[in-house]
């Protein structure tokens, strides 16, 4: 149903936009109500009745990925002191930034910080908090959305390989457009609301995988030759996969990107804000999150060493049919997480074609805008079936600076506390843990993509021989 504009045309509202000193009360009031109208209609906005449990599993959906099942081979780049340590620190400091996002979303009286660009707005101003904040929170939201693409048409093929071992091989372009017709229907529910239900069954999906992935290792046991020693042989080696394995566990951490927008559907009142509802969530979802990481890290590299694949699934081979429960239970759950990234993606779109470009909002614009950016991020993920790689590199860039020192930056600027205190020690060493990560993570995301792209190369003129 479209929002009505009764006398006043679209061009006609731009113009009182950009001079609003000359609207009357009338035309003001018109204006207002406009807003407002739209304001409900887009996907954040549209309804805030949630309750602390939306934001439990939301949380959970949005930080438990795939990428828990890399674990184990991040865990083999780092060994085991410097493995423990990166995922108790991680764990913490993460923690600690949510926190803090949790409690700046309300901390102007009568206003709520329904975006991260919202906040970040607040903190740097208008122009730049925009371009500090939105272009790496697309990066994460977007790469994201790849990724769980490849990774989704990954598991389906390696369910169909499992329970089908006879049957003629079927490249992964065709599980990869089977995964993305799930969410040409899915993308079309309204807001973060009318996915709970998709968003529970993804929590419950990722928490059942990775309690297969380690309970199986535990049940193999410890290979007769495992070895513990680093992946790699040489200096150079060592230095990039440990490089790659921080962007690895940094990857599996980027829940903040839509923890503000998760918060906007909480209900708020002055006597109950929502940062209580939703950090008793935000607790509930960490505890979750530990008993998926640390299980699965330490259990899968305590079987197999650094003979550890990138997915520990694939180094379980047996029994089979469980495998291939846990890598459709992997499916469920990364349809769940990709709605989860993509509703603030969507939100962003629908704002920018209803509020610049003045189309009327409605069902037609929402099915042809979220179609469009399904599609597009179907056909990078066919064109790019190694993006994961790209994304450690690329997204090195961002996932740090959202999760680890930007919200501790816009605490700063904001709260400005005492030099010296604790806050600001705390908030001091987050900010040079998230710029290392930074500027390291990228460098072992080069070194994966140079070989993935040696072995897609490898692989074309296995399938495509020269004449």
């Given at each position: 149903m479209e929002i009505q504009l009764g006398d006043y045309s679209p061009d006609k509202f731009a113009?009182?936009?950009?001079?609003?000193?000359?609207?009357?009360?009338?035309?003001?009031?018109?204006?207002?109500?406009?807003?407002?109208?739209?304001?409900?209609?887009?996907?954040?906005?549209?309804?805030?009745?949630?309750?602390?449990?939306?934001?439990?599993?939301?949380?959970?959906?949005?930080?438990?990925?795939?990428?828990?099942?890399?674990?184990p081979y991040a865990m083999s780049e780092l060994g085991w002191e410097a493995g423990v340590t990166v995922l108790i620190l991680s764990w913490i400091i993460t923690l600690y930034t949510l926190w803090q996002m949790v409690e700046m979303h309300e901390m102007v009286p009568g206003r709520r910080f329904d975006r991260?660009?919202?906040?970040?707005?607040?903190?740097?101003?208008?122009?730049?908090?925009?371009?500090?904040?939105?272009?790496?929170?697309?990066?994460?939201?977007?790469?994201?959305?790849?990724?769980?693409?490849?990774t989704g048409g990954q598991s389906l093929q390696k369910f169909h390989a499992v329970v089908c071992h006879d049957c003629k091989h079927i490249k992964l372009t065709?599980?990869?457009?089977?995964?993305?017709?799930?969410?040409?229907?899915?993308?079309?529910?309204?807001?973060?609301?009318?996915?709970?239900?998709?968003?529970?069954?993804?929590?419950?999906?990722?928490?059942?995988?990775?309690?297969?992935?380690?309970?199986?290792?535990?049940?193999?046991?410890?290979?007769?030759?495992?070895?513990?020693?680093?992946?790699?042989?040489?200096?150079?080696?060592k230095a990039f996969g440990f490089f790659g394995a921080l962007g690895d566990v940094a990857f599996?951490?980027?829940?903040?990107?839509?923890?503000?927008?998760?918060?906007?559907?909480?209900?708020?009142?002055?006597?109950?804000?929502?940062?209580?509802?939703?950090?008793?969530?935000?607790?509930?979802?960490?505890?979750?999150?530990?008993?998926?990481?640390?299980?699965?890290?330490?259990?899968?590299?305590?079987?197999?060493?650094?003979?550890?694949?990138?997915?520990?699934?694939?180094?379980?081979?047996?029994?089979?049919?469980?495998?291939?429960?846990?890598?459709?239970?992997?499916?469920?759950?990364?349809?769940?997480?990709?709605?989860i990234y993509a509703m603030p993606v969507f939100d962003m779109i629908e704002t920018v074609l209803v509020r610049k470009f003045w189309f009327p909002p409605g069902l037609m614009l929402r099915l042809i805008a979220r179609t469009s950016y399904v599609a597009f991020t179907m056909f990078v993920a066919i064109t790019f079936p190694f993006f994961s790689e790209l994304l450690s590199f690329f997204g090195g860039f961002a996932f740090a600076p959202t999760t680890y020192f930007l919200p501790c930056i816009m605490w700063l600027t904001i709260y400005k506390p005492k030099r010296f205190s604790l806050s600001w020690f705390t908030n001091w060493a987050c900010i040079v843990i998230g710029v290392l990560l930074m500027v390291l993570s990228p460098i072992g995301g080069l070194r994966q993509i140079i070989v993935k792209i040696e072995t897609h190369q490898f692989q074309f003129y296995q399938d495509y021989p020269q004449q």
């Open positions: 113009s009182l936009a950009l001079a609003p000193k000359g609207r009357t009360d009338s035309q003001e009031g018109r204006w207002r109500a406009q807003e407002e109208s739209i304001d409900d209609w887009l996907p954040i906005n549209a309804r805030r009745n949630a309750k602390w449990w939306y934001s439990a599993f939301h949380n959970v959906t949005a930080m438990v990925g795939a990428g828990v099942l890399s674990l991260y660009h919202e906040l970040g707005q607040y903190a740097f101003g208008e122009k730049l908090g925009l371009w500090i904040v939105v272009p790496q929170q697309l990066v994460v939201e977007v790469g994201l959305n790849i990724v769980y693409m490849v065709y599980f990869i457009m089977i995964f993305a017709s799930a969410h040409f229907v899915l993308s079309q529910l309204p807001n973060f609301h009318s996915i709970s239900g998709v968003s529970l069954a993804a929590a419950v999906m990722s928490l059942c995988y990775s309690t297969i992935a380690w309970i199986a290792s535990a049940a193999k046991g410890k290979s007769a030759d495992v070895d513990y020693h680093l992946r790699a042989t040489t200096m150079p080696g599996a951490y980027a829940g903040h990107n839509v923890v503000l927008e998760i918060q906007a559907t909480i209900p708020s009142t002055p006597d109950k804000p929502s940062k209580k509802p939703m950090w008793k969530g935000v607790v509930v979802a960490y505890v979750v999150v530990a008993a998926c990481y640390f299980p699965a890290s330490l259990v899968g590299y305590w079987a197999f060493g650094n003979e550890v694949h990138d997915n520990i699934l694939i180094s379980l081979e047996k029994p089979r049919w469980l495998i291939a429960i846990a890598n459709m239970m992997v499916v469920v759950h990364l349809l769940g997480g990709y709605q």
